[in-house]
């Protein structure tokens, strides 16, 4: 897969936008962009993905840059549930079900 | 629909033993995926199966184990339990087409302690 690099950890406080960003200098014309977060005690849920154009739906925005070497994850208002672990994964077109995760970006919401 | 199903949630065994965990999938999907979640290693991926087979496999020794069933139901297998192997079981279900933007769905996992 190809490698993401992404901060450590963020904070943002509550009701405030958030950008994650995720950098992957090393992507491929067909690698898609996947986000994930992991709540704490629960397993991993998508988020959402994207190719090239920027992306939405109810979750997050999904802003992907024009050379495509980065992207960045949009919470519009963060809340108190959005605290989680934030993992930006490229997974490759022959992975069957394995999905690499690196350490991701610890989120975390202040009220 | 109902979501990813994993039993038992808490699991207890001592070193030596073996266990068996199990994982539901949700309705229509084919494949189930294995990760293992440690706090040193972060999430790894053990293997997936697809109809049955075995497509994938990460670089795990070979007392981790798993199977499919027909229903798509999957169980995996850790025998000569280690101490290492405390950790939490992950599945996650997914179509199974294997095209980069297909999305899986996790499961809330299987906390085991080794002691």
């Known amino acids: 897969d190809a490698k993401t690099t992404q901060p450590n950890s963020m904070e943002s406080n509550e009701e405030e936008p958030v950008h994650l960003p995720c950098n992957h200098s090393t992507i491929s014309g067909t690698d898609y962009i996947h986000w994930y977060r992991q709540l704490p005690s629960q397993g991993p849920e998508y988020v959402i993905h994207?190719?090239?154009s920027n992306v939405n739906n109810r979750m997050a925005s999904l802003a992907i840059a024009e050379d495509r070497k980065s992207s960045t994850l949009i919470l519009h208002r963060a809340t108190l549930r959005d605290a989680a672990v934030y993992y930006c994964?490229?997974?490759?077109?022959?992975?069957?079900?394995?999905?690499?995760f690196g350490q991701g970006t610890i989120l975390t919401v202040h009220p | 629909k109902a979501g990813v199903t994993q039993t038992p949630r808490y699991l207890i065994k001592t070193r030596g033993q073996q266990v068996t965990l199990s994982c539901s999938p949700i309705s229509g999907h084919r494949s189930v995926s294995w990760y293992q979640q440690t706090p040193g290693q972060g999430l790894q991926f053990l293997f997936e199966?697809?109809?049955?087979?075995?497509?994938n496999k990460g670089n795990f020794p070979g007392r981790f184990s798993g199977r499919q069933f027909s229903n798509s139901r999957s169980e995996m297998n850790v025998s000569t339990l280690e101490l290492g192997d405390s950790a939490l079981y992950l599945c996650?279900?997914?179509?199974?087409?294997?095209?980069?933007?297909?999305?899986?769905?996790f499961g809330p996992g299987t906390r085991l302690l080794v002691l």
């Open positions: 199966y697809f109809s049955e087979t075995q497509r």
């Open positions: 994207g190719l090239t």
């Open positions: 994964i490229l997974p490759v077109r022959t992975s069957y079900g394995k999905l690499t």
């Open positions: 996650a279900s997914s179509y199974g087409t294997g095209t980069p933007q297909e999305t899986q769905y």
